[in-house]
């Protein structure tokens, strides 16, 4: 059974930093995509950032990120321990939502769109005050 366990949210001030992390379990995710959204109240989930063999078809990790957190996001792997993060900087009170990690079970997936994520956690929640 997959299980991916988000941690790492909580309240910050803007301009503060915070990292969550994305436990698997179950299987591992090498080189599927995996990525973080993020629910804000009366919005839509929107993807954050994702990790894996994504865009045309290449065989090592590359990176996705919103425009809007371009530059102070950073999405990373690490393979051994079948974990991934997102490490925020410089975070604004429009960064606040439930931050959900999700993987894809396939290759090549649509990783832009939650549909192409299989696994999800149960998301953690991210409050920056102003």
């Known amino acids: 059974q997959v299980q991916l366990v988000e941690s790492g949210g909580g309240l910050v001030q803007a301009g503060g930093s915070l990292t969550l992390s994305c436990a698997a379990s179950?299987?591992?995710?090498?080189?599927?995509?995996m990525g973080w959204f993020r629910q804000a109240p009366g919005k839509e989930r929107e993807l954050v950032a994702a990790?894996?063999?994504?865009?045309?078809?290449?065989?090592?990790?590359?990176?996705y990120y919103a425009d809007s957190v371009k530059g102070r996001f950073t999405i990373s792997r690490d393979k051994a321990k079948n974990t991934v993060y997102l490490q925020m900087n410089s975070l604004k009170p429009e960064d606040t939502a439930v931050y959900y990690c999700?993987?894809?079970?396939?290759?090549?997936?649509?990783?832009?769109?939650?549909?192409?994520?299989?696994?999800w956690g149960q998301g953690t929640q991210v409050t920056v005050s102003s």
């Open positions: 179950g299987r591992t995710f090498s080189g599927l995509p």
């Open positions: 990790i894996g063999w994504i865009g045309s078809r290449t065989s090592y990790d590359r990176t």
């Open positions: 999700a993987a894809s079970s396939e290759l090549y997936n649509d990783y832009l769109s939650s549909s192409g994520y299989a696994y």
